[in-house]
């Protein structure tokens, strides 16, 4: 009890352990340049879909083709179409996986991107009004409760789109 009312009672001291809190997903979610970065990759993810569903609909074709040719095709010719759809079919798996892996590296590189910008903000803020620290509140939740006053989530969203709302008039 002494020790934090020394802390409220001495300025200096109060403002050394100033806390504030951001919720990352939040900012994300809620901010403009989040929307750009989500719409972006949601573009950016369609945009490879369209890719696996083209080699899907060519597989299911070849597959319907096999199906119906079956009862006449020679056993040889039979064993050649299966091994081509096979053939066919590990291409699909493998690009599938390739893209998959654009995709997350395109998601990782955009969202290190945002979250580097995103910590400029809230270490200018930090620094200029004399933070001790600010936590980040997004994958872990390691903040069970915080009072509403040390939330910075709503400003540094509002910090974040001030910042794309010069660049639109400008």
């Given at each position: 009890?002494?020790?934090?009312?020394?802390?409220?009672?001495?300025?200096?001291?109060?403002?050394?352990?100033?806390?504030g809190l951001v919720d990352s997903q939040m900012v994300l979610d809620n901010s403009l340049?989040?929307?750009?970065?989500?719409?972006a990759l949601n573009e950016y993810v369609q945009s490879r879909q369209k890719i696996v569903d083209?080699?899907?609909?060519?597989?299911?074709k070849l597959q319907e083709e096999l199906?119906?040719?079956?009862?006449?095709?020679s056993p040889a010719a039979k064993q050649e179409k299966e091994e081509l759809f096979q053939k066919k079919f590990l291409e699909y798996q493998k690009k599938v996986s390739?893209?998959?892996?654009e995709i997350q590296?395109?998601?990782?590189?955009?969202?290190?991107?945002f979250?580097?910008?995103?910590e400029k903000l809230v270490r200018a803020i930090g620094e200029k009004e004399g933070y001790a620290l600010i936590l980040n509140n997004l994958d872990v939740k390691i903040v069970m409760f915080?009072?509403?006053?040390?939330?910075?989530?709503?400003?540094?969203?509002?910090?974040?789109?001030?910042?794309i709302k010069k660049e639109e008039k400008g």
């Open positions: 009890g002494v020790i934090f009312y020394v802390v409220a009672a001495n300025p200096a001291c109060s403002e050394e352990n100033k806390i340049k989040g929307k750009e970065v989500k719409e083209i080699e899907e609909t060519d597989l299911r199906t119906k040719q079956a009862a006449i095709l390739e893209l998959q892996k590296q395109r998601r990782t590189e955009m969202l290190e991107g979250n580097t910008e995103l915080a009072k509403p006053s040390i939330d910075l989530t709503k400003r540094i969203t509002e910090e974040m789109d001030k910042g």
